[in-house]
């Protein structure tokens, strides 16, 4: 059973503010992936790592930032949100091989 | 750069079988996975090829064929649980970076 977890799982929050999205994993992945999704669309990565202290941008341009000081998280963080980033963002690690292990995700509405 | 196209629909019934395509254009290639999601969940690991051939777990199997860029996904004995969303993945020319899908939404009707 994968452990890897998402908080918070809904944020509604107004255009402007900080946010930063966290993301846990229990099983000792060394690469972690957040990928940004809308509803019924294919999922965009935009931000990778492969391990501590290291850290890639995906396909998908992104205002967003991400960290990796500790191989168990890998929080996301959005300095000045706006409505464009309405989405839902899902967390992902994986061992070595192509089986990624995704969270449930984080629904994000900017208002 | 990397672009994958599969249907957007397919419909079938209760203990049928179906099959869902992808094809790939990338600058590289190290394996085709393919990933199930229902409405409201999270994408969750089905199969993977790295080489080609048929890869075959319980009532799902995979196929590649590298040298026509092509994959599919097949569904056997069709059940109401398997109505969701199926996406094919490849990972870029270095290996890193993941490209998926448009994705397919399967419809299994009674």
């Known amino acids: 059973e994968a452990d890897i977890y998402q908080t918070p799982r809904y944020l509604v929050i107004g255009t402007g503010k900080k946010i930063t999205l966290e993301c846990s994993q229990t099983m000792g992945h060394d690469k972690m992936y957040w990928y940004q999704q809308d509803p019924g669309m294919e999922l965009h990565l935009i931000h990778y790592s492969y391990g501590v202290n290291s850290t890639e941008k995906g396909d998908l341009s992104s205002e967003s930032t991400v960290s990796r000081i500790r191989t168990e998280h890998f929080p996301l963080t959005l300095e000045s949100a706006r409505p464009s980033h309405t989405s839902q963002y899902l967390c992902?690690?994986?061992?070595?091989?192509?089986?990624?292990?995704f969270g449930p995700g984080t629904r994000l509405t900017v208002t | 750069g990397q672009s994958l196209e599969q249907p957007s629909e397919v419909t079938a019934v209760e203990g049928a079988i179906v099959q869902i395509n992808c094809t790939y254009q990338?600058?590289?290639?190290?394996?085709l996975s393919w990933y199930q999601q229902h409405d409201g969940g999270a994408p969750t690991f089905l199969s993977y090829n790295g080489l080609d051939g048929l890869e075959e777990t319980g009532r799902f199997s995979s196929f590649l064929s590298r040298s026509d860029s092509y994959g599919y996904l097949l569904l056997q004995e069709l059940q109401m649980k398997d109505s969701a969303s199926y996406f094919c993945a490849v990972r870029d020319n270095y290996g890193q970076n993941f490209v998926f899908g448009p994705g397919t939404r399967l419809s299994v009707l009674p």
């Open positions: 992902a690690s994986s061992e070595g091989s192509d089986e990624q292990y």
């Open positions: 990338t600058s590289g290639f190290y394996g």
